[in-house]
């Protein structure tokens, strides 16, 4: 197999199983090989051209089994793990399912919930879903959605709680309970950059990764909730103690995480270390995989502060000169970008030498990123395996059960797929 290129120079590492390791060799000049914050620097370049390849060479890697769960969905966007083993599914169209279990050909039960207010449009719609750590006692979950008024003028891309009632077996429902959790995150009528990608902290709270609405001067304005993550207590919609800007006067700047980013589509937790990271999409250039540190600014201006008309895209996705204390990425895809999109770790014994591996989607790339993070924060390796180096399309999903099986979704627009991950 020949990996596609993704900005840098590549190398096959040979592994004894079919998952072919395409290993980024980083350079310290290479626009690919940033640090995280003072996280330290990637490696230097190895190989041929650069002395002996620094990078180990894996002969644990398991082989992978991609199994289907269940098809014949329409751009699933996100994926619930239940307490009982079931799976919730959104669609962007505004459509939720359940799946039976985590097992090749689940049954799939329709959630009748109302959706009439999504705007299903682009790169919005009914999108990012987390179930609250009480589900087995509320049954409630959230999700992050694109909002129209009654005339269906779009308003604002809002976090939704909902009660499921879903006796197994039987007939499934969701009724809203809280509308909006948290409201006013700007939106695009054509839907661009809606985000939006939720995932619980390690202490309960809620992770949200946002757009800036292709808007110039969203990202870096503290009083707007797009180019942003927040940090949300999801009890109460309000920020939850710890927040960088909890002082602030503006209630918006006070659920604020992080900002200055163009369109966060991808949000995970490192076990063990609770560290947040995000994937986030570039213009032409530069998908970004982020390191999360409160109050940090990431460097997207497309206003350039106030003195550019429009949006304008030809700026750094960190643009370390207007802000030289941007926190720089730990991974950058260059030039072709991906468009990567949701993002789990990979966790469990099980796994062998990808227990703690960062799995990132890829919609425009078609593949599966496997990314080693090694002991700086920093991303050593990347590697796609043969399975998913465009063999099922635009990958937009990604998720790690709760026994550490991995779970990536299609978004394709026609049969789309839930498909398993386990090694053999």
Known sequence: MQPRLI?????????GSALAMAVLLCACSDASSVAGGGAGSAPAAGGPEGGPDPLPRRTDTPELRVTTVAADFEHVWDLGFLPDGRILVTERGGRLSLLA???PGAA??????DFDDILARGEGGLMGVVIHPDFARTGRFTTCQTHVDGAGNATDVRL???ELTAPVGGPASARRVVDPLVGGLP???SGRHSGCRPTLAPDGTLLVGTGDSARGNIAQDLGALGGKTLRIDLATGGPPPGNPFADAADPAQRLIW????R???GLAVQPGTGQAYSAEHGPDTDDEVNVLRAGANYGWDPAQGGTA???DESVPMTDLARFPDAVEAVWSSGRPVEAICGAAFISGPQWGALDGVLAVGALRGEKLLLMTIGPDGVVSAVGVPEQFDGSFGRLRGVRSGPDGTLYVATSNGSNDKVLRVDPV
């Open 160 to 162: 939704v709680t909902w």
């Open 101 to 103: 279990n985590g097992e």
């Open 187 to 189: 939106i695009n009528p």
């Open 309 to 311: 008309g429009g949006y």
């Open 108 to 113: 799939v039960t329709p959630v009748d919930a």
């Open 7 to 15: 900005g840098a120079r590549w190398k096959i590492v040979t592994t």
């Open 258 to 261: 992080t900002y200055g980013h």
């Open 263 to 265: 369109n966060v589509q």
